[in-house]
C-alpha cells in the first residue's frame, strides 16, 4: 500500500469512527436530554472526553487531507 493510499484510510477510518460517535450522541441525546453542562463537563459514560476526542480525530482528518494532496493549512 502506498503512503498516499494508507493516509487515505486512516482519513476514512477516521470518518467512520466521527460517524458513528454523531449517532450515538444523537441517540443519547434523543433518549436522556443532553444539558450543557453535560456537553462541557461531563465525566462520566458517553460525553466523558467526547468532545477533545471528536475534536482531535477532525483535526487528524483536515492534516491528513492537506498531506494527501500536498498542502498546508498553516
Known amino acids: ?3 498516499i493510499a494508507a493516509l487515505k484510510q486512516e482519513k476514512q477510518e477516521l470518518i467512520n469512527k466521527m460517524l458513528d460517535m454523531q449517532k450515538q450522541f ?3 441525546e ?3 436530554g443532553v ?3 453535560d456537553y462541557w463537563a461531563s ?3 458517553l460525553l ?3 468532545r477533545e476526542e471528536y ?7 483536515v492534516d491528513l487531507a492537506h498531506e494527501i494532496v500536498g498542502s498546508s493549512r498553516f
Do not use: F
Open 26 to 28: 444523537i441517540e443519547h
Open 35 to 37: 444539558s450543557g453542562k
Open 55 to 61: 475534536q482531535e480525530m477532525a483535526k487528524r482528518v
Open 30 to 32: 434523543h433518549q436522556n
Open 1 to 3: 500500500m502506498s503512503d
Open 43 to 45: 465525566s462520566d459514560g
Open 48 to 50: 466523558a472526553n467526547y
